[in-house]
């Protein structure tokens, strides 16, 4: 909200930032870390209720759900970046669905 405000009120200063650079690297990371933040709803009690074993335990479902998605998305001919995407979807959902239903 901030920032759609500074960049309407002083579009010269908001100019400046994206012929910098600054604004395409800071819009890419901000929204790679928003949708990690997004899908991650769990608080720091909840994770120490599960221990280590049950961190564990989600750790291997999600990335392994990723990995055998991501493999086999390209053994049916798809390009790296569909094959992430399709995976990174999968392994998100099993992951919400984990934690749901125990």
């Given at each position: 909200?901030?920032?759609?405000?500074?960049?309407?009120?002083f579009?010269?200063?908001?100019?400046?930032?994206?012929?910098?650079?600054?604004?395409?690297?800071?819009?890419?990371?901000?929204l790679?870390?928003?949708i990690?933040?997004?899908?991650?709803?769990?608080?720091?009690?909840?994770?120490?209720?599960?221990?280590?074993?049950?961190?564990a335990?989600?750790f291997?479902?999600?990335?392994?759900?990723?990995?055998?998605?991501?493999?086999?998305?390209?053994?049916?001919?798809?390009?790296?970046?569909?094959?992430?995407?399709?995976?990174?979807?999968?392994?998100?959902?099993?992951?919400?669905?984990?934690?749901?239903?125990?």
């Amino acid at each position: 909200m901030l920032g759609a405000l500074v960049g309407n009120i002083f579009p010269r200063i908001l100019n400046l930032v994206v012929l910098s650079g600054v604004y395409a690297k800071c819009t890419r990371e901000a929204l790679r870390l928003g949708i990690i933040l997004y899908g991650f709803r769990i608080t720091l009690d909840q994770i120490m209720l599960v221990g280590y074993e049950g961190i564990a335990y989600a750790f291997i479902f999600v990335f392994s759900t990723f990995f055998v998605g991501f493999f086999a998305s390209r053994a049916m001919g798809l390009d790296r970046q569909s094959a992430s995407l399709i995976s990174s979807g999968s392994a998100h959902s099993s992951g919400q669905s984990e934690y749901y239903c125990c």
